[in-house]
């Protein structure tokens, strides 16, 4: 069984990072503080030796008794009471020869001076500041030398300080400066125990894993909704907007994070939202050309109003659902024809063979053989999709029962369409147009309607004509519109082209609408077969119909 390892909490990680910072920082001034103090107090005592040593070389008195009989009895006194004076670990006087005339333990008088530091004193008449291990220890010592009346060196006067002494100091100044950083420390683990508490109230009193959990699951849930869903900052500023929401307003994420709503949607309410607070539930507006059902609900932070969630779903695919079930319902009706039409030729042949009309029943059913012959070689020999030939095999028995000729062009030739132009699409195009072109002719001795679809090239090409009345000319600019008809207006009419123009749209294709010189209406249609839903456009050529 695996442990599960809690993870550390937020509080936890920031006083550690604050007190590793505090230590290393506080570890490095205090090791760089210490090296500079050091070397400064070396330097002063150093300087301070030099000094002493060069005013005792001065003084007549020294002068005097280095060259009696007996120096070290005037001079010995009077280098313990400066020593004692200074507080120097010794002041040591010497002859030429390196011969100690004076020193703290009486008991090393006339002994050779210790340090091998006097030469540059003895022989070149220097003074100097040197360091170097002498009887009682490694010291900072000041050299000078003492020069008789004529100029000749008569000695050297050493004053030093103990490297000992020095270190106990800066010991001391060490315990001062580690309680200073020890309270620095304090100081920052409080710090960071407020800073804790302040970001966790910002966070909700989340800890970072719990964050990232729940920005996965945000992330997951966006994505998967098929509603959009877009958010804004107080300002009106745009801070989320999830894949359903791009799709439907056909935008870029560029295009939309942090940009102001009113320039993305001008007039929205957004806004009016962020300022009332009041939620809007199940809204309709009209924008980008679509029918969008909206949610507006205020997010609120301590009562008060800091942003706007937006959800809201494209009415038109709940159309496009609906028109789906309308044309299956037609295609149902349209199967339901076809056996009506192929009862009524079975009885016509039964009542034939009951009159004993052999022949005439022989070459009625020839006639009906080869008319559908040539027209099922059309059909499935040209064309191989069988989502379109579905669709034409419901007109056609639509079209004879309302004994009107739908003819299938000898020139069309489809293979597979492509994927990206679904079943509900073509059913809409195709049904719709093929619709209008029957009514326009149902009325009409001698009336055709002829179907044509091509795929050749990047397109996918279908073309329905009919030798109806057609438009007027002030019609043309009309007949795509919701709602407009050339029927009587009592009938729910006037849909049928506004359909066909906005599955074209969608489809990234072109709808064009022409009136030869023979009057016959021609709608074509032209639809990119690999390219994804986009916009798209009609064309109107001459006096046209729909």
């Known amino acids: 069984m695996r442990l599960k390892i809690m993870p550390v909490r937020l509080q936890t990680k920031i006083i550690i990072l604050i007190v590793s910072l505090l230590f290393s920082i506080i570890f490095v001034i205090c090791g760089v503080f210490f090296y500079l103090e050091m070397k400064e107090l070396k330097a002063n005592t150093g300087n301070r030796a030099l000094q002493m040593a060069k005013v005792i070389a001065g003084m007549p008195e020294v002068m005097e008794s280095m060259e009696s009989d007996n120096p070290s009895m005037r001079l010995q006194p009077l280098a313990v009471n400066i020593q004692k004076e200074i507080k120097a670990q010794f002041v040591v006087i010497g002859n030429i020869e390196g011969i100690r005339y004076t020193h703290p333990d009486a008991d090393k008088l006339g002994q050779h001076m210790v340090g091998g530091d006097n030469t540059r004193a003895l022989k070149e008449g220097e003074a100097y500041i040197s360091e170097a291990t002498g009887s009682l220890g490694l010291s900072i010592r000041g050299k000078a030398p003492i020069f008789a009346q004529d100029g000749r060196i008569l000695g050297v006067v050493s004053v030093g300080f103990l490297m000992e002494n020095l270190n106990s100091r800066m010991e001391e100044k060490l315990v001062e400066i580690s309680l200073i950083a020890l309270l620095a420390i304090n100081m920052g683990i409080a710090g960071g125990y407020v800073l804790a508490r302040n970001i966790r109230q910002d966070i909700l009193?989340?800890?970072?894993?719990?964050?990232?959990?729940?920005?996965?699951?945000?992330?997951?849930?966006?994505?998967?909704?098929?509603?959009?869903?877009?958010?804004?900052?107080?300002?009106?500023?745009?801070?989320?907007?999830?894949?359903?929401?791009?799709?439907?307003?056909?935008?870029?994420?560029?295009?939309?994070?942090?940009?102001?709503?009113?320039?993305?949607?001008?007039?929205?309410?957004?806004?009016?939202?962020?300022?009332s607070g009041h939620a809007q539930v199940n809204k309709e507006v009209f924008i980008f050309d679509k029918d969008i059902f909206v949610n507006r609900i205020p997010i609120l932070e301590r009562g008060k109003v800091v942003g706007v969630v937006s959800s809201f779903r494209d009415k038109t695919e709940m159309k496009k659902l609906l028109n789906t079930l309308t044309e299956v319902k037609k295609y149902s009706e349209e199967l339901r024809a076809q056996t009506h039409e192929f009862t009524n030729k079975l009885y016509v042949i039964s009542g034939m063979l009951e009159l004993g009309k052999f022949n005439e029943a022989l070459d009625w059913i020839q006639k009906e053989y080869k008319i559908n012959q040539e027209r099922n070689d059309i059909l499935f020999d040209?064309?191989?999709?069988?989502?379109?030939?579905?669709?034409?095999?419901?007109?056609?028995?639509?079209?004879?029962?309302?004994?009107?000729?739908?003819?299938?062009?000898?020139?069309?030739?489809?293979?597979?369409?492509?994927?990206?132009?679904?079943?509900?699409?073509?059913?809409?195009?195709?049904?719709?147009?093929?619709?209008?072109?029957?009514?326009?002719?149902?009325?009409?001795?001698?009336?055709?309607?002829?179907?044509?679809?091509?795929?050749?090239?990047?397109?996918?090409?279908?073309?329905?004509?009919?030798?109806?009345?057609?438009?007027?000319?002030?019609?043309i600019d009309r007949i795509f519109m919701k709602g407009y008809s050339t029927k009587q207006v009592d009938q729910q009419r006037g849909y049928g082209l506004s359909i066909v123009k906005k599955e074209v749209n969608q489809l990234g294709g072109t709808v064009e609408v022409q009136r030869t010189s023979d009057n016959t209406t021609v709608f074509t249609v032209y639809l990119p077969k690999n390219q994804s839903y986009g916009g798209g456009r009609y064309d109107k050529c001459s006096d046209s119909r729909g």
């Open 205 to 275: 009193g989340l800890e970072p894993h719990e964050i990232a959990s729940l920005y996965r699951e945000r992330t997951a849930i966006l994505q998967s909704v098929k509603e959009g869903i877009i958010a804004i900052d107080a300002d009106g500023y745009i801070t989320m907007a999830n894949p359903s929401a791009l799709e439907i307003l056909e935008l870029g994420e560029s295009e939309l994070l942090h940009k102001k709503i009113t320039d993305i949607v001008p007039g929205t309410d957004l806004l009016e939202v962020a300022k």
């Open 382 to 475: 040209r064309i191989k999709d069988e989502r379109l030939q579905a669709i034409l095999l419901g007109k056609l028995a639509v079209a004879s029962e309302k004994k009107v000729l739908l003819q299938l062009d000898e020139g069309s030739s489809v293979n597979m369409i492509p994927t990206n132009i679904e079943f509900s699409s073509l059913v809409a195009i195709i049904g719709n147009l093929l619709e209008n072109a029957l009514e326009a002719v149902e009325q009409k001795e001698g009336g055709v309607v002829s179907f044509f679809a091509v795929d050749y090239g990047n397109d996918l090409i279908l073309e329905v004509s009919d030798n109806g009345p057609g438009f007027q000319g002030e019609e």
